[in-house]
Structure formats: C-alpha cells, structure tokens
C-alpha cells in the first residue's frame, strides 16, 4: 500500500471554522500549492485559497503550514511533514472570507490611507521620462522585493493592539519616501500618514525573520523615526 499522507487543513464557511483532514498519496518533491491543489481536483473542489503566479512573485498563496507562515507556491512539503502529517491554516492577523482565502479589505484601506504611489514631480512627465540612476536605485532595492503577502502582518505582535498598521506599509512607506523620482510633497504625505504609527513598533524583528523576500520593515520603522 501507498504510503499516505494526512492533511488536517482549517476551513472556514463564513460563519464556523472547522478542521477538515484529507488522505492522499505520497509523492515526494510536490509544493503545498500541488498538494492543495491536489486535494481540491481529486477530493473537495470546494475548498478555497488564492492563488495567481505559482511563482513566489505575487504573494498570494501566503498560508501557514504547522504554524509557520510561507508562501505555498514555492514551499515543499517534504522537510514539513510531521509522522505523515501536516496541518494547513490561514495567515493569522486577518479576517476570513473563506477557508483560507483573506479579507483584505481593511489592510488595503489602511495602504491607501499612506498614500502609497508615486508623484513624480513636475518636470518628470511621461514625455521626458522619470529617470533613476544605479545608484539612486540601491536606495529602494531594500523594500522593492516586498511583494505584499502579509506574512509579516501575520506574525507582528504590536499589531495585537490599537495604534498599528500592517508591517509592509511600513516598507512600501520607506520606498517611496526615499525613491529619488517622488516628489517633496508625496514624501511629506507618506511621513505624515505614518508618523503616528512608528512609536509602537517593538523593534521585535519578528517581521524580518519570517519574510520570505528577506525584506525588514523593522529596518522601514527605524530609518522613518531618523527622519520625523
Ligand atoms: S515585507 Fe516581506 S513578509 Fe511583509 S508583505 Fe512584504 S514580502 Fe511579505
Ligand atoms: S519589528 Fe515592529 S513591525 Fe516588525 S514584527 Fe516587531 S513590532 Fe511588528
Ligand atoms: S501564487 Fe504568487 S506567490 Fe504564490
């Protein structure tokens, strides 16, 4: 007989949580993303996760295998297995929509109220081009890897109490605060809608251990309180 593995995975119909376990076939060198996709082609189409470029590019998939937060995409099963088993949750630190799909909502509310795009200013335009040389470009290459997949959310533990935002729009902050093509005035906003928040970062690091971009927005926080 197969060896089988088991999989005890959180699900979520908008109202009750529940755990659902799942046997299958072992294979081995198979990502969480084939695994779970396995599942819901061979035995349950209707549980639900996001997914989009299977890539490790777009932050989607973020999940948590045995507790440990990762992008299912580009994590293997393997070294995870447990005795043959493994259980699958949500991200901690958001609402449900269902199973282990997010509500993104408030997070991307949240975004939207630090101004988080660029303004050029106004002798860069479309026709004379915005450009960044090498070297201004080291200054973003730190916080331009985020790919906005909230496992640092998911694990901050200011984020328990009031007075915080999410860690990555902390990074998405800092890049366009030291982004040599915005304007005075879009640095002054994003500073501005951050500002309250940067006190209550515990500098914990908690944020940059479990990225899987090896992003820090503890190293966002602590440059930002350099410059208010
Ligand atoms: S900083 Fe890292 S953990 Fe946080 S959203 Fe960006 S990529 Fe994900
Ligand atoms: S260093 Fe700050 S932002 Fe990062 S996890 Fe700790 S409290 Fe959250
Ligand atoms: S599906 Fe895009 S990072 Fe996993």
Redesign the pocket.
């Known amino acids: 007989m197969n060896k089988q593995i088991t999989f005890a995975v959180s699900r979520f119909d908008g109202e009750t949580s529940y755990i659902q376990t799942y046997q299958l076939d072992y294979q081995s060198g198979k990502t969480v993303l084939w695994w779970l996709n396995a599942i819901k082609e061979e035995q349950d189409p209707s549980l639900t996760l996001t997914v989009a470029c299977r890539a490790g590019l777009c932050g989607a998939c973020a999940l948590q295998v045995n507790g440990d937060p990762v992008l299912a995409c580009e994590t293997l099963l393997d070294p995870l297995l447990m005795q043959g088993q493994v259980k699958i949750e949500p991200l901690n630190a958001f609402p449900l929509v269902r199973d282990l799909m997010l509500d993104w909502r408030g997070a991307i509310a949240r975004m939207k109220s630090i101004h988080p795009w660029l303004e050029v200013e106004n002798d860069q335009t479309s026709s004379t081009g915005c450009v960044q040389t090498q070297m201004e470009y080291q200054e973003v290459k730190p916080y331009v890897a985020c790919i906005g997949c909230g496992i640092?959310a998911s694990?901050?533990?200011?984020?328990a109490g009031e007075g915080?935002i999410e860690?990555f729009l902390?990074v998405k902050a800092r890049r366009l605060i030291v982004d040599s093509r915005s304007s005075d005035r879009s640095r002054q906003a994003v500073l501005k809608a951050v500002r309250p928040y940067l006190q209550n970062?515990?500098?914990?690091?908690?944020?940059?251990e479990a990225c899987p971009k090896s992003v820090s927005?503890?190293k966002a926080?602590s440059s930002m309180v350099t410059d208010v």
């Open positions: 640092c694990v901050c533990p200011a984020l915080f860690p902390f970062c515990l500098h914990c690091g908690l944020c940059e927005p503890e926080v």
